[in-house]
């Protein structure tokens, strides 16, 4: 059973940082992109950030600049450091993961618990 887990969500102040770490475990052959959505207070869930497992990055228009996505892929985890934090940033962050529990399944998209960001004016 796979699992991704999310940490490192909390209420800041508008220009201050946070880091978001996800880490996926259980049965995994193989993860292929990983990255960030999050869904604020009666808005649809949008990508953040996005990464290949070659490093390759996409962002949101809004986040450009300010946010960064990394990986361990040994470890088989993600991060999302957050700088520069406005009140539009505020949601529920949600890690995903396309991967493979074992050889013989092809690329499935599973999804963390979410993690609660919120940013004071």
């Known amino acids: 059973q796979v699992q991704l887990v999310e940490s490192g969500g909390g209420l800041v102040q508008a220009g201050g940082f946070l880091r978001l770490s996800c880490a996926a475990s259980?049965?995994?052959?193989?993860?292929?992109?990983m990255g960030w959505y999050r869904q604020g207070p009666g808005k649809q869930r949008e990508l953040v950030a996005t990464?290949?497992?070659?490093?390759?990055?996409n962002y949101a228009e809004s986040v450009k600049g300010r946010f960064t996505i990394s990986r361990d892929n040994a470890k088989n985890t993600a991060s999302l450091q957050m700088n520069s934090l406005k009140p539009e940033d505020t949601a529920v962050y949600y890690c995903?993961?396309?991967?493979?529990?074992?050889?013989?399944?092809?690329?499935?998209?599973?999804w963390g618990q979410g993690t609660q960001v919120t940013v004071s004016s």
């Open positions: 995903y993961a396309a991967l493979r529990p074992t050889i013989r399944n092809g690329y499935t998209d599973y």
């Open positions: 259980g049965s995994i052959f193989s993860i292929n992109n």
């Open positions: 990464i290949t497992f070659g490093g390759r990055t």
